[in-house]
């Protein structure tokens, strides 16, 4: 039977045809416009977490286990689930996810609240585990809602991570490589003869951010000693790249393949340290270098790239998370140390419009890919690419003075046994972070913001 229905319905109808075969728009000159585009990724990107579903686990996306890899991703990956999602929520004000984020960071603390959870030791290194503890210190800077009494405050989670990594058992205990963190905890694991750059730089940003938000010199000497010790491997090189690491009876034999997600951590870690010392020359000078080479190599055409694998086309499913990675670090760089702001900035609105411009993909016509520098989307969706577009357009919006300034973050934790904890007197990050918006809105201003 012919349907016969008004002209202004068939135009709705017309233009929602239009609106998805458009996909995902965004001004990146436009505040609300980039928090309209965001919620909707992030809408997307929940749909892959199933965590919160009866006879699913919370806090991690379904894993990968042995051949069955396909559309499924390893344990840390939850870490930066909710630690874009924290940005995510801390720069658009959106907190409908709230209960979900907070049952996911704790549902993963394990039998020690310290991210180790039995059922997944197999999957742990010394990085999944400081990806965690940092996302856990990201809940507390963003001022996100404290746990319930039962369970350690976000602080001394993160805490307790740092604590166990800073022991000589997780460490290389002669040779070249004396004092560097191993890649994995356990030595039955794949990689224990192997120090990887990314375990070194996750403990040392978690050492940087501990430090800004307590003022401890425990935590501040531990990220000076790391990064030195970076750099005296020649894992970091004089010109600021960031290799991947070596192996202990090779040390000098450094790998020299480098990935986005590891200078990221490096960035992020000495931007806190940075600000932390209120812009000591030694920092500047390594925050300088850093933002420099990290855009010359994974921003060649202002647009975010892999060069370790999108060329050839081999990035894995966790590669696909590192973009996201990249543009948070760059965009808690231009925060705190906001010379670097309208360098970064340019970059991060440039890579940000590309990604989005490829997202015109699955069902609702806005699902997102890999490629970002190709203007059309590559049909590999996935959480990684979801999550890496969300962090892509948060990074850009102007951030909030994260840290609580009554240290209500902290008052519920008690250390775990055996492990410790000091009388917090000191919250930089709130009070220099606070300090540097002035210059960081003036910065997104000139780069074409027009604020409300």
């Known amino acids: 039977m012919t349907r016969i229905i008004s002209s ?13 075969a458009a996909g995902l728009t965004v001004d990146v000159d436009d505040v609300d416009s980039i928090k309209a585009a965001a919620s909707q990724v992030a809408e997307d990107l929940m749909d892959y977490y199933d965590g919160s579903k009866p006879g699913h686990t919370p806090g991690i996306l379904p894993l990968a286990t042995g051949d069955d890899k396909d559309g499924k991703y390893n344990w840390w990956t939850g870490a930066f689930l909710w630690g874009g999602m924290l940005d995510y929520r801390s720069r658009t004000g959106d907190n ?8 996911g960071l704790l549902w993963q603390i394990g039998e020690h609240n310290d991210y180790m959870p039995t059922n997944y030791s197999v999957q742990i290194g010394n990085d999944d585990q400081a990806f965690w503890a940092l996302s856990a210190l990201l809940a507390e800077e963003s001022s996100f809602t404290d746990p319930p009494a039962r369970d350690p ?28 963190l191993r890649w994995q905890i356990f030595p039955y694991n794949d990689g224990y003869e192997y ?11 978690l050492a940087a951010q501990l430090a800004s938000l307590t003022d ?13 010790l970076l750099t005296d491997l020649g894992f970091v090189s004089d010109k600021f790249d960031v290799y991947d690491g070596a192996h202990v009876d090779e040390c000098s034999e450094v790998n020299k393949v480098q990935f986005s997600n590891t200078a990221a951590m490096l960035l992020q870690g000495s931007a806190f340290m940075f600000n932390y010392t209120n812009g000591a020359s030694d920092w500047k000078d390594r925050v300088d270098g850093i933002v420099t080479a990290t855009l010359e190599t994974f921003f060649p055409k202002a647009i975010a790239y892999e060069p370790a694998c999108e060329k050839l086309g081999n990035c894995d499913s966790d590669m696909t998370f590192y973009k996201g990675i990249l543009h948070r670090a760059l965009g808690w760089t231009a925060q705190l140390a906001p010379h670097t702001a309208d360098m970064i900035l340019a970059n ?14 699955g069902t609702t016509g806005r699902q997102c890919g890999y490629h970002w520098d190709g203007g059309r989307y590559d049909k590999t969706s996935g959480a990684g690419q979801q999550l890496s577009v969300l962090s892509a357009l948060v990074s850009i919006l102007p951030a909030q003075a994260a840290a609580p300034a009554d240290g209500s973050g902290s008052a519920n934790g008690t250390a775990s046994e055996g492990q410790t904890s000091d009388q917090d007197t ?3 990050l709130g009070a220099k ?15 074409g913001f027009l604020l409300a």
């Open 426 to 428: 000191h919250d930089s």
């Open 96 to 103: 409908k996810y709230d209960g979900i984020m907070s049952q």
């Open 216 to 228: 401890n010199k425990t935590y501040s000497d531990a990220a000076h000693k790391t990064f030195d």
């Open 195 to 205: 120090v990887n750059t990314a375990s070194n730089v996750a403990y040392f940003n």
């Open 8 to 20: 202004s319905l068939a135009c709705a109808l017309l233009a929602a045809r239009g609106a998805l």
């Open 433 to 447: 972070a606070g300090a540097s918006m002035g210059a960081l809105v003036g910065a997104m201003l000139l780069s």
């Open 153 to 180: 405050a976000w602080r001394q989670l993160a805490k307790n991570v740092f604590d166990e990594q800073t022991v000589d058992g997780r460490r290389v205990d002669d040779g070249d490589c004396k004092g560097a």
């Open 348 to 361: 991060l609105k440039a890579s940000a419009k590309a990604a989005v411009a490829q997202c015109t993909g």
